[in-house]
C-alpha cells in the first residue's frame, strides 16, 4: 500500500481545483454559446442558432470535459490511474475498479440533466484517492456563486485530507467550511434540519422499487412528529438539485443537515467525501449494516464505501454537556435510518 | 379603473429593479455576519460570534428587507398601495386584500428556511400590480449568479408588461427570457421535461392532506410511462429548491418546464407571473376550472388568479406545423392536470 506521506497533498489540492475550474469554465462557455445572447462577453446576438440538439451537446461536452481533465492529469502525473465517468460509463459493466493506487476519479459533469435545461446546479467534480480513500477534492459549479462574493465567476469548494476545507480557497481568499462554527443538533433532530435527496433515474413504480422505496422515505422524513406511524420526521425543508455532489457540497458547507442517497457511483461522491470529512461532517451508509445498528449504541457507525452507491451525509455537529460531536451525528444516522427504507443498487463483482 | 397608459412602466420596472437589489444586498450582508469568514470582504474573522438563533435572525431581516423596500416606494410612488409579506401575515387573516389600484406586492425575503441554513436558493421578490394583474417584477437572488457573467453579485431576473422580460436588465447587459429560443414540445410530454415542485409547509399526512396529495402526485409525474395506473410522466427530473419565485424565474429562462404548486400566496408568485408571461409562457390553475377541461379543448385555459394559491406554470413553446405556441403549452396543462391531485388551500372570503 502506498504512503499517504508521500503525496504532497497541498499541490494536489491546487491542481484538482485549477482543473475542475478550467473544465468548468469551458461548460459555461457552452451553455453561453447556446443562448440567445450568445458568447462569453454576454452582449447580445441574435444571430446565434442552436445547431444541436440536447442530447448532442450534453454528450460532447461531458467528452470534452473528461478529456480536458484527463489529459492534465496524465502530463503532471503520469502514473496516477484515473475513473473518469464518461469512459467508465461507455464500457461494458459498472464493476468497482478501484485499488490502493492513486487514483483520480472525476466526474467531468455532474447534473447532465441540469446542463441539458440550462439549469444551474451542475458541477465538476474531480478527486484522488490513496488506498481507496479520497483525499483530495475540488467542486466547481460554473452558473453558481459562492456565499462570498468573489470577482470570479463560478463557485469553488475544495479540501485535502488534514489540510481543511473551504469555499474559495486559501490561495485566494480562504473561506473554510463549515461557513458558520458547527451548532448543536437539536434533540428533536431531523425536525427543524433541512434534508436534500434525489429522485434518480430508476423510475419503476413496482411495489418494492427504488422509486416507492425513495419516495416513501421523503414521505416519512417530511410528514409531522407522529405520523407516518411514527415515522414523520418534520424536516425544516425537503430540497433537490439533481447533483449528488453538490448535495455534498452543501452539507460541507453547513446549509443541509441531511443528504440521503442510493443509485450514484464514485465519480459522483469521490470529491465531495474528503471535503465533508474536512467540513468536520460525515458519510456513512445510507442503511445500517443490521438492523441492530438502530439501537446499539456500541456499535461504531462505519464510513460509507465510496463505491457502495449508498450514502447518508451529515454535517458537522457541535458536542454539548451530555453529547459529543460524534455522537450527535450518530443520533442523527440512527433518526434517519429509521425513517427511510432499504434500497437496493447494486453493482457487479 | 385605473388605465395602464398612465403608468410609465420602464420607469416603474428599474425602479423594482433597483430596490430588490438593494434589498438582497442587504441580506447577503447579513449572511455573511453569520460566517466565520465574515463581513462583505470576505477575509477570514474567526471573531464575529453568531450572537443571534437563527428564527431572531430571519425575522430581523425579513423585517428590515420589507422596511427597506416599503420606504422606498412610499418616498417614490406615495399614492400606491403596498402588500408586504412580512406585515401582512402578522395580520389577523389572510384574506386577499388587492384591488384595482395600483399595488406594489412583495416579498422581501422568499425562501426563508434556505435562508435560515444558509442554503442559496432564496430571494427578493417585488411586483406592482394594476387592475390586479402585475405589469412590473423583479427577483433578485443575492445568492446565486445567473448564466452570463457579470461583475455583480447575485442575480437579477425582471420583466414589464409589453417590454419584455430579461436576466441582467437592458441597461445593463441585455439578456433576454428565455434563454435560448422557445423550443418545440415533445410529443410525448411530461417526459423528457423538466419539473419543479415544492414539499410546502403542510405535513399532516391524514388520508386527502395536501402533502399526500403532493406526494402522490409527485411520484406519478416521476413514474415511468405506464406506470401509476397510466398516470407515469417520465419527466426528466424532480427539482425542489425551496422558492416559489425562483421556480417561477427558472420557468421564463426556460431551464424549468413545469413548476407545479400549491399553497403559495401572491407575494410569492406576483413578479414572477409578469416575468413568465414577457418570457412567452403562462401561469394557470394548478387544477383545471372543472374536469371536461381536461378533454374538450374548445374551453380555453384561463390565467391564474394572482390570489388563488394554486398555480402551474408551463414554459414558452415554439409552435410546429400542427399545433400553435398556446396549443403546445395547453397541450402541457392538461398532461399535468392528468397526473396531478386536486389540493385544497382555500383563503378566507
Known amino acids: ?46 444571430s446565434i442558432e442552436i445547431k444541436e440538439n440536447a442530447a448532442d451537446i450534453v454528450t460532447h461536452a461531458d467528452m470534452h470535459s473528461e478529456q480536458l481533465i484527463t489529459n492534465a492529469i496524465k502530463q503532471r502525473y503520469p502514473t496516477h490511474k484515473i475513473i473518469g465517468e464518461e469512459s467508465y460509463s461507455a464500457g461494458q459493466d459498472k464493476r468497482f475498479l478501484l485499488d490502493d493506487d492513486p487514483t483520480w476519479i472525476i466526474d467531468p459533469l455532474d447534473g447532465t440533466v441540469n446542463f441539458v435545461h440550462l439549469f444551474p446546479t451542475c458541477c465538476v467534480s474531480v478527486g484522488f484517492c490513496v488506498n481507496k480513500v479520497p483525499v483530495v477534492g475540488a467542486i466547481f459549479a460554473p452558473l453558481l456563486s459562492g456565499l462570498h462574493p468573489t470577482n470570479a465567476s463560478g463557485a469553488l469548494y475544495s479540501g485535502a485530507k488534514s489540510l481543511g476545507a473551504w469555499s474559495t480557497p486559501p490561495w485566494a481568499h480562504a473561506v473554510p467550511l463549515p461557513y458558520i462554527p458547527p451548532q448543536p443538533l437539536p434533540a428533536d433532530a431531523p425536525k427543524g434540519c433541512l434534508f436534500t435527496a434525489e429522485w434518480g433515474k430508476a423510475r419503476s413504480d413496482a411495489p418494492g422499487s427504488n422509486l416507492v422505496k425513495k419516495s416513501t422515505s421523503f414521505i416519512n422524513m417530511a410528514a409531522e412528529v407522529g405520523g407516518r406511524g411514527g415515522k414523520g420526521g418534520m424536516v425544516h425543508g425537503v430540497r433537490s438539485l439533481g447533483s449528488a455532489a453538490l448535495d455534498l457540497v452543501y452539507v460541507a458547507t453547513g446549509a443541509v443537515d441531511i443528504f440521503w442517497e442510493g443509485g450514484c457511483w464514485e465519480w459522483d461522491v469521490c470529491a465531495g467525501m474528503i471535503i465533508i470529512a474536512e467540513a468536520g461532517g460525515r458519510v456513512v451508509p445510507s442503511q445500517p449494516p443490521s438492523e441492530a445498528y438502530l439501537t446499539d449504541r456500541s456499535l461504531a457507525i462505519p464510513d460509507a464505501g465510496i463505491g457502495s452507491r449508498l450514502y447518508l451525509a451529515v454535517r458537522a455537529c457541535a458536542g454539548t454537556e451530555g453529547e459529543t460531536e460524534r455522537e450527535a451525528q450518530d443520533r442523527l444516522v440512527r433518526e434517519v435510518w429509521r425513517r427511510t427504507e432499504r434500497l437496493d443498487y447494486v453493482r457487479p463483482e
Chains 1, 2 share one sequence.
Do not use: K, N, V, W
Open 1 to 46: 500500500m502506498p504512503s499517504l506521506s508521500d503525496f504532497d497533498l497541498d499541490e494536489l489540492h491546487r491542481f484538482a481545483a485549477d482543473i475542475a475550474c478550467e473544465a468548468g469554465a469551458y461548460l459555461r462557455d457552452q451553455q453561453l454559446a447556446r443562448t440567445r445572447a450568445g458568447g462569453a462577453s454576454g452582449h447580445l446576438d441574435r
